[in-house]
């Protein structure tokens, strides 16, 4: 897979570290169908720092669990039930902050969601 924090983010922490605003909590994560080669789903193309939304947002999710894995590294994870994007190839994945911003892309190869099953989805956010 391939992650990358967007300028948004970037601007964002930079604003917050100058004491010029709070930095905006992650709030959702955010998937998608675009991000891969065409006509290959299972070939992602690397995402770049100026993505400022996916290529094809089919769903958003509110994160349900957000835990530091060690001193860098923050895991959010959602769970899709039921009937949440079923039928769907998900190749790419946002992280959503508070002001509604995407602060961190990540594409990868497809991840079919069937109707009848629940998926849990982890977001690792590198610092």
Not at 18 to 31: K, M, R, V, W, Y
Not at 57 to 84: H, M, Q, W
Not at 95 to 118: F, H
């Amino acid at each position: 897979m391939n992650s990358v924090a967007t300028k948004l983010a970037r601007i964002s922490m930079a604003k917050a570290r100058n004491g010029e605003t709070l930095l905006p909590q992650i709030t959702h994560i955010a998937f998608g169908t675009g991000g891969h080669k065409e006509g290959d789903i299972t070939e992602p193309i690397k995402p770049t720092q100026d993505d400022m939304q996916l290529e094809n947002e089919v769903l958003r999710k509110p994160i349900e669990s957000a835990d530091r894995l060690n001193d860098t590294t923050v895991r959010y994870s959602v769970t899709l039930g039921v009937g949440d994007g079923d039928g769907y190839a998900f190749t790419e994945m946002g992280l959503i902050d508070s002001n509604g911003d995407l602060a961190a892309r990540k594409t990868m190869g497809a991840k079919t969601k069937e109707p009848d099953v629940e998926m849990d989805f982890y977001y690792d956010e590198d610092f």
